[in-house]
């Protein structure tokens, strides 16, 4: 007999059930855009995109575990539109800055939801995404920054990649990810 959540659903859940579509469908991009490096020999590059890809479905993972922690059902959605296309080199890291700054106004968004329906946890839970969402937004504008100042030269950009935006094996305060961190 399947188990049956009792915790009712609130604008926070829900959104949250939506943040784990975005999270997914980011992980998506990033793999579109790993891909597309890879495919300009480009390593550094996609290396760093196909982490980055990993990173963003850990945290839909980690969303999931929240809310199976909760007590709360999951439904597990399909991703998005996904772009493939791109004109130059620069233009993947642009995106990838403005998908950032989407998935911080909406983690903003989550937690102000939890703290108007008093769910203390759910607060809590949203401070790491809040500081995570600082970093990938810093990382992201300093790549579209490098991007700028190599001025095409994309080898300038592929070391700086190799040089400061190696994976730093993660975060240990990150929230515990459903089925474990990959």
Avoid: C
């Amino acid at each position: 007999m399947p188990t049956t959540k009792t915790n009712p659903r609130s604008k926070f859940y829900e959104l949250l059930q939506g943040q784990v579509h975005n999270e997914f469908n980011a992980s998506q991009q990033y793999t579109a855009l790993a891909v597309w490096y890879d495919n300009e020999d480009l390593p550094e590059l996609a290396k760093f995109f196909y982490a980055q890809a990993l990173e963003e479905r850990n945290h839909a993972m980690a969303i999931v575990q929240y809310m199976m922690d909760t007590d709360h059902h999951v439904t597990i959605p399909s991703t998005g539109e996904v772009r493939n296309d791109f004109s130059n080199a620069k233009e993947l890291a642009e995106l990838a800055l403005e998908q950032e700054k989407e998935v911080t106004s909406d983690i903003k968004t989550l937690t102000k939801a939890a703290r108007a329906e008093d769910d203390f946890l759910g607060e809590q839970f949203m401070q790491w995404f809040l500081k995570e969402q600082v970093e990938e937004v810093a990382t992201m504008s300093t790549l579209v920054n490098v991007f700028e100042r190599a001025d095409g030269n994309l080898f300038e950009v592929e070391r700086f990649v190799h040089k400061h935006l190696q994976d730093d094996e993660g975060d240990d305060d990150m929230p515990e990810v459903a089925g474990g961190k990959i």
